[in-house]
């Protein structure tokens, strides 16, 4: 029994990986009808209904007792929303979905050290060196676009770097609401908040791009809300439940690798050797910093 549910939370969370690698090519798509704004208020909208499905956010709901709470919620919900996908969206009209992927390899080392330095957790050396050795590949990553520091594209780069870094400190603060509430009841109760901060970005033009939108954007819209967030946040959560099936090491690592073939292959963008020279450099100073690690009970 124990190994029918190792292997299912194994096989659930590379095929959930697979999902979240190729939705920067699908971001990529998107984009060619809509803008970065049109495409957030597109793919939280088209699943805020369906929030109100899930028990786990009225249990959540339940247990904010507190302003602390509840501005600690809304931060995450900021965060995981608007912060993170905005800067994502606009990053990837000036950078390509490949190097997107590989940048976003830089999210767990962030996590690492955000935790040190918030948290007060111990800020050991294969942190320090692993931080060093992907903000390396960072560097090379962006220097290999066109093989010389431009604007454009290394505004990109801080664009999605800034999104990831959005994504690492939602992790951290997220931390120490889990001896409160259920880290999907918080990821529930941050999708509610966060959507509903999406309202002042909803205009005319935004709307009127999103009621236009042709088949194959709403298919990517689709694959970007239904899939990657509805779905495969519960399949996330569902599956850290069964900490002693496995780590996620191996599928954070075939995250920004999944994610920059995506790239190379449907979209045809290039790639060249200081590029991949960066990217296998990102994912070097993961094997240093691996902050999401489940322990066995």
């Given at each position: 029994m124990e190994k029918k549910t190792g292997l299912w939370v194994n096989v659930s969370l590379f095929l959930l990986f697979l999902v979240w690698a190729n939705s920067y090519t699908f971001i990529k798509i998107a984009e060619r009808q809509l803008e970065p704004v049109s495409l957030v208020l597109a793919r939280f909208f088209i699943i805020f209904p369906f929030l109100f499905l899930f028990k786990d956010f009225y249990t959540g709901l339940k247990k904010i007792q507190s302003i602390a709470d509840f501005l600690k919620i809304l931060f995450v919900g900021l965060l995981i929303v608007p912060s993170y996908h905005i800067f994502l969206n606009?990053?990837?009209?000036?950078?390509?979905?490949?190097?997107?992927?590989?940048?976003?390899?830089?999210?767990?080392?962030?996590?690492?050290?955000?935790?040190?330095?918030?948290?007060?957790?111990?800020?050991?050396?294969?942190?320090i060196v692993g931080l060093i050795i992907s903000l390396v590949g960072v560097i090379t990553l962006t220097y290999g676009?066109?093989?010389?520091?431009?604007?454009?594209?290394?505004?990109?780069?801080?664009?999605?770097?800034s999104s990831v870094t959005s994504w690492a400190l939602a992790?951290?603060?997220?931390?120490?609401?889990?001896?409160?509430?259920?880290?999907?009841?918080?990821?529930?109760?941050?999708?509610?908040?966060?959507?509903?901060?999406?309202?002042?970005?909803?205009?005319?033009?935004?709307v009127q791009q999103i009621f236009t939108m042709n088949t194959q954007t709403l298919i990517a819209v689709l694959y970007l809300g239904v899939l990657c967030i509805l779905i495969g946040y519960a399949v996330w959560?569902?599956?850290?439940?069964?900490?002693?099936?496995?780590?996620?090491?191996?599928?954070?690592?075939?995250?920004?690798?999944?994610?920059?073939?995506?790239?190379?292959?449907?979209?045809?963008?290039?790639?060249?050797?200081?590029?991949?020279?960066?990217?296998?450099?990102?994912?070097?100073?993961?094997?240093?910093?691996?902050?999401?690690?489940?322990?066995?009970?």
């Open positions: 606009t990053a990837e009209t000036m950078i390509n979905a490949s190097v997107a992927a590989l940048v976003a390899g830089f999210s767990p080392v962030i996590t690492g050290i955000l935790s040190s330095i918030i948290l007060k957790e111990k800020l050991e050396k294969k942190r676009i066109s093989h010389k520091f431009e604007v454009k594209n290394s505004l990109g780069v801080l664009l999605s770097l992790t951290v603060t997220s931390k120490s609401l889990y001896k409160k509430f259920k880290p999907i009841e918080v990821n529930t109760l941050g999708l509610f908040f966060g959507t509903l901060a999406l309202i002042p970005f909803a205009k005319a033009m935004f959560f569902k599956a850290l439940e069964y900490k002693e099936a496995s780590t996620t090491a191996t599928f954070i690592y075939l995250n920004p690798i999944i994610g920059s073939l995506s790239g190379v292959i449907f979209l045809k963008e290039p790639m060249n050797f200081v590029m991949i020279l960066g990217g296998v450099t990102i994912i070097l100073g993961l094997f240093f910093v691996n902050p999401l690690k489940m322990e066995k009970k």
